[in-house]
């Protein structure tokens, strides 16, 4: 998958902006997340990043990847108990988890997003996570 200009830029003056080094490694890792929106665990990064960078190291992937989340190129994705993934989808989204494959899918919360929600007087949301569960059209199929 190509990865557009405006992707590309926006890494550019993230990284920039925060007074990070722009490391090859790093830019590798943010362009494998862009490349495969399928939402890895770090493992997974690791596999795909020694694919065409092999003298990359778990511990460089994990470090890349804490400072893509840290600077809010990158979104942790916390699915029960399972290791944490990863989402360079910073639009406002939730997350489906398939309950055969296991497969994490992005989910438009578009129409959701004016949604009143009854909180108790002086609660303040600063953020939330949706996460829903069932089978994917694949796994229905089956």
């Known amino acids: 998958m ?9 890494y ?3 990284i920039r902006g925060g007074a990070l080094r722009d490391t090859p ?7 494998l ?10 493992t997974e990064v690791f596999l795909r990043a020694k694919k065409t960078m092999p003298s990359i190291s778990l511990a460089t ?12 190129l990158v979104k942790q994705v916390h699915v029960d108990r399972e290791p944490t993934r990863f989402c360079p989808n910073l639009d406002e989204h939730g997350h ?3 309950e055969k494959c296991g497969h994490v899918y992005d989910i438009d919360l578009a129409a959701g997003r004016h949604r009143q ?8 949301v600063s953020t939330h996570e949706i996460s829903l ?9 089956n």
Do not use: M
């Open 2 to 10: 190509k990865i557009s200009r405006t992707q590309s830029d926006h």
């Open 12 to 14: 550019d003056e993230t």
């Open 25 to 31: 490694q790093r830019r590798h890792v943010y362009d």
């Open 33 to 42: 997340l862009l490349g495969k929106r399928d939402h890895p665990t770090a």
């Open 61 to 72: 992937v994990y470090n890349s990847l804490e400072t893509l989340v840290g600077c809010g």
């Open 96 to 98: 489906f988890v398939c």
């Open 117 to 124: 929600w009854s909180l108790p007087a002086g609660f303040i």
């Open 133 to 141: 569960r069932g089978l994917c059209a694949d796994c229905n199929e």
